[in-house]
């Protein structure tokens, strides 16, 4: 049950808000594990939606699930030396397969004697495991693109960690595709960076900047590292998903060649691409406010709650042959409608709980209402409340939802533009970067450069953007030539700076 | 790719041919970790067929989804008595978590300064984990039930694993609730062995027969374990499900009392119950044959290929103004169908290869039915083809469809009650056991003599069966007191034993 203990503002502190919506809106909250979270079932109802629209994209565009080991041998994951590189920091490893009473009666205890040869790493990623499965798949042209999304969980021995942020487990999709070109590998890397944005854009009304990273923030065993990157109400970056080019690197790393239409044998070429429970964290941070959660209505569980006011039963007798024919049109326009009967809570509770859980339409009705035929509307974004004529009203819902779609999108993307600013020199980026926002500033493509800002300032480059999509206001211009801010050297065009999650 | 060396007969070895039909079919195969498997996508999507199907019977009946943490610690495993002892002897622990470079430049190690305070066991089942969590979220009566379900890989460190049947690591859904009273727990777990068997029965046209285990056989730390048990067509049983009354033994280890309306403290009532991969080696073992898999239609990812039988282009040309309205019609009645328009292979390979992936059926028309309007349909349950009009086959598949799902479940209930025996005396069941299938015998409810029966045949009580299901043929009277056969003490009705996967 929902605790109405008013949440702290984001204007006090945005971290604690964040903290305590999460845990209040039954979204999520600590495990007995170290850094590991319970996802309740209010958050997991989101999540499950999450996954629905993307596992159809991902079917639409030719993709089909599979399953690959939790564990994967120490050997396995040492041979791409980048990716051991990345990760062997926090990797959860079983040493052994079985446990024992403690012959000298301290209850139990691990058997000694049932220490495994070899290590198992329980997966952070799973290309490893993946491609020495594909040697087998993979021995002609014929056997090429393979396009395989595994829905798992993962881990990665985080020593600060967040709900839904950075978690020692987290839920996610894992892609790995093989493919005979180079060209093949690339097109599908950007291929998936699209889907996602479209999804996140669409679904989430998350918007996002589309773009590569730098050198330094690329996957570990990545030739290239697509992305997309939001920004959260504080002003800092959230990278909401990658899509990674690998090139050759696994293949080669696991043997895995191919005889090409030429006769000749080649090694097979590589993507991988990812989104996580993360996601949730952005959806919460981007949308909602001191009241509570915000949802969009494509992915609300509930999208219109209908809330009769009554006191005795026969009150509630007289109102819910209005309500009924009202809820049965709505369910019957596929809206995801849920009617709250219970003489439990009092309205005012049950308005506070949806309000907190982000139910994008609340309708409410009492005696006076049914007198004058007419039903309050709650708009959950906005919070405006308006009395409407109950004729033709499910019409208007339908409607209504769309718009409140469009509007958290909106909203979100004119935060996003606002505090987007063009910076020009490295004092005055020292200065802005205290503000939070993206900054675009020019930058000589080094990683020392990188390094230093980073050092200084705490900011990363969050992406290099692309020219087709949103970026920032008409007049800056992102893509002219100019001098990195730094040093002064020759930058082809601006790229985002930002202090990220 | 399939392979098409030809499977072993099953009359030749069961076993081998279990294990090539799994591997050629491209539904699972080995991994290089030990006892982990690989779902590949063929076999995955029939799995996510049966997710879907369980997962909207879950939710019809209240059940909502949540995800608790893959690690448990030691502590909380050790809780409770029965639980650690049935699971100890297979737990895959995490001891560190950090890998480091060998300071002898020896590779990879274990960072020996990552060692956990305390080591935790990667989930065999999730009771306790859920149950310390519970404890948190249940202080009054009017917290529960609570109606949660989660979908996860757990791990059983098995020392001899097959294929999808005992694998280490296995997917599966578990469903933990929690109630006020005795009955409302008991009410629910013979819901849910309902909701299995319906499932089974319905979907998968797996015959079940309902009951309930032996002591012997019951769930590490439960007081009752309802199944559901199959016959596969080698005679032996399977264990296709299991739902479990586990009494306060949970909550009185993690101490989850709540305050029930009377205004007493109480210990919260517990069930679990859930089913896994190994329904996927139930499906194959139970319907399969000497060609490759058998489909029920219900859980085929694909249910129709249609495929035109042409050399040149100009000759599928011709087919498809005729072929596609017919796929058109098919898809618009909601028929998984293909058209395989593919020119790498030859219409023969084609067949093969969906008779070995047990698509249910298979259209197929050449030049000579084209100048005909007639198609040939090709049923993979009976191998029968027959030629008709092509005027009007949607209706008549579509009902086909329904006819091959009722026919394979009537099959293998037929098998079923052809080798299901009555017994009278232990020197008879000696010699029938070994003939397989079930064998309906009066026991005299020790533990004593099942583990007698076991040690000197192997047999086990696979099920005492509830009146409310097809047992056997009519003139076995099932419910008839008699006397055990092994002690002669009295006996309230007969059960079933049988050698079990």
């Given at each position: 049950m929902a605790n109405f203990q008013k949440l702290t503002p984001r204007s006090e502190d945005y971290s604690k808000w964040y903290n305590e919506l999460v845990v209040k809106a039954d979204l999520a909250e600590q495990s007995a594990v170290r850094g590991c979270m319970v996802i309740k079932p209010y958050g997991y109802?989101?999540?499950?939606?999450?996954?629905?629209?993307l596992d159809y994209r991902f079917k639409q565009t030719g993709h089909v699930n599979a399953y690959f080991p939790l564990l994967i041998p120490k050997s396995f994951f040492s041979k791409e030396a980048e990716h051991i590189e990345g990760f062997a920091k926090e990797s959860a490893v079983v040493t052994h397969h079985r446990l024992m009473k403690d012959p000298n009666g301290k209850g139990i205890v691990v058997d000694p004697d049932s220490k495994l040869e070899e290590e198992l790493i329980i997966r952070p990623t799973s290309e490893t495991i993946i491609w020495s499965t594909y040697k087998n798949w993979i021995s002609s042209y014929r056997d090429l693109p393979i396009l395989c999304n595994q829905w798992a969980n993962v881990m990665r021995w985080e020593m600060r960690t967040r709900l839904?942020?950075?978690?020692?487990?987290?839920?996610?999709?894992?892609?790995?595709?093989?493919?005979?070109?180079?060209?093949?590998?690339?097109?599908?890397?950007?291929?998936?960076?699209?889907?996602?944005?479209?999804?996140?854009?669409?679904?989430?009304a998350l918007p996002v900047v589309k773009g590569t990273k730098s050198p330094n923030e690329r996957f570990a065993g990545a030739l290239e590292t697509y992305c997309i990157e939001a920004m959260m109400q504080d002003g800092k970056a959230l990278q909401a998903g990658t899509s990674h080019f690998l090139g050759q690197n696994f293949a080669k790393s696991f043997d895995v060649q191919f005889l090409s239409k030429e006769n000749k044998?080649?090694?097979?070429?590589?993507?991988?691409?990812g989104v996580s429970t993360r996601l949730m964290g952005a959806l919460i941070m981007t949308h909602s406010d001191d009241n509570g959660l915000v949802l969009p209505p494509h992915l609300a569980p509930i999208q219109?709650?209908?809330?009769?006011?009554?006191?005795?039963?026969?009150?509630?007798?007289?109102?819910?042959?209005?309500?009924?024919?009202?809820?049965?049109?709505?369910?019957?326009?596929?809206?995801?409608?849920k009617m709250d009967t219970s003489d439990k809570q009092t309205p005012g509770f049950k308005f506070a709980d949806y309000e907190l859980r982000g139910v994008p339409v609340r309708l409410a009705m009492g005696a006076r209402d049914l007198a004058n035929s007419t039903i309050e509307i709650a708009r959950r974004d906005t919070l405006e409340k308006q009395t409407l004529p109950?004729?033709?009203?499910?019409?208007?819902?339908?409607?209504?939802?769309?718009q409140i779609q469009k509007n958290v999108y909106q909203k979100a993307l004119n935060y996003r533009l606002e505090n987007t600013r063009e910076v020009n020199s490295y004092d005055e980026f020292k200065e802005e970067i205290k503000k939070g926002g993206f900054l675009l500033c020019h930058w000589d493509g080094t990683k020392e450069?990188?390094?230093?800002?980073k050092e200084e300032t705490k900011a990363t480059i969050r992406c290099i953007p692309f020219a087709d999509n949103i970026i920032a206001k008409e007049h800056i211009n992102v893509f002219e030539e100019g001098k990195c801010m730094v040093t002064g050297k020759p930058s082809k065009q601006r790229v985002i700076f930002a202090i990220a999650y």
């Open positions: 109802a989101i999540w499950e939606k999450i996954q629905a629209e839904f942020l950075r978690t020692a487990e987290f839920l996610w999709q894992e892609g790995h595709t093989a493919h005979a070109t180079k060209e093949e590998a690339i097109e599908e890397a950007e291929k998936m960076l699209n889907v996602y944005a479209e999804f996140a854009e669409n679904v989430m044998y080649e090694y097979v070429w590589a993507t991988s691409w219109v709650v209908i809330v009769p006011i009554f006191k005795k039963q026969e009150d509630l007798n007289q109102l819910l042959p209005v309500l009924q024919p009202l809820y049965d049109k709505l369910a019957a326009k596929g809206i995801r409608v109950i004729e033709g009203i499910d019409e208007y819902i339908a409607t209504l939802l769309e450069t990188e390094e230093k800002i």
